[in-house]
Structures are given as C-alpha cells and as structure tokens.
Nanobody, 122 residues
Framework: VQLQAFGGGLVQAGGSLRLSCAASGRTFTFSNYNMGWFRQAPGKGREFVSSIIWNGGSTYYTDSVKGRFTISRDNYKNTVFLQMNSLKPEDTAVYYC??????????????WGQGTLVTVSS
C-alpha cells in the first residue's frame, strides 16, 4: 500500500493550499478506510489535523484549523484532499496522510504517507 501526499509549498500568511493524497495498492480498497491528515512542525511532535470516514459522511478537525481547513475524499480516484485556507505561520509543518481500516475498532492508523512540506511565511 502506498500513500503519496503532494501539494505542499511556500505560501504567504492568509493564502491557501490544497493537499492531495493518492492511495494505491493491489489489495487496498480505499473505500474501506477512514483517512486522516497529521502534521509535524519543526521541533514538535506529530499532531492530528483532520479525518474523514470511509464514505465521507463525517469529518473531524483539531480546534486550531476549524473553519479554515476542509477535508474531503473521492473514492473513485482513491484520493483524499485537505483544502487549507487562511493559512497562518503556525500551520508550517510536514503534513502526512494516513489510512485506518474502517472494518475494525481501534485508533491506530495502518498506513502512512511520506509527507509534504507546507511553509507559511508571515
């Protein structure tokens, strides 16, 4: 299983970026997985940003991004998106996508992408 995140870059404060994460794998059924975005800022631990359940019916956000970020998914394209608006310097981090099976209970994510760097200048 491979999760490839892209769309990061350098943006000024107040700007927008759209991250994408494409999932692939011979035995991987994207619609069986809840998807999440996490981030890790320089010198800090990894933190949860947002998640979306397998059918897109429910979404979750950490408080600091509510109202600014929107997560969505396209199960036909095996892709999850994170639209980030009104970006702030404190959003600067490496952003990772991750997949968690919707067919079992548990909080652990099964697969992780390689990360894409988002840098927000003030």
């Amino acid at each position: 299983v491979q999760l490839q995140a892209f769309g990061g870059g350098l943006v000024q404060a107040g700007g927008s970026l759209r991250l994408s994460c494409a999932a692939s794998g011979r035995t991987f059924t994207f619609s069986n997985y809840n998807m999440g975005w996490f981030r890790q800022a320089p010198g800090k631990g990894r933190e949860f940003v947002s998640s979306i359940i397998w059918n897109g019916g429910s979404t979750y956000y950490t408080d600091s991004v509510k109202g600014r970020f929107t997560i969505s998914r396209d199960n036909y394209k095996n892709t999850v998106f994170l639209q980030m608006n009104s970006l702030k310097p404190e959003d600067t981090a490496v952003y990772y996508c991750a997949a968690k099976s919707a067919l079992r209970y548990g909080d652990d994510y099964d697969y992780w992408g390689q990360g894409t760097l988002v840098t927000v200048s003030s």
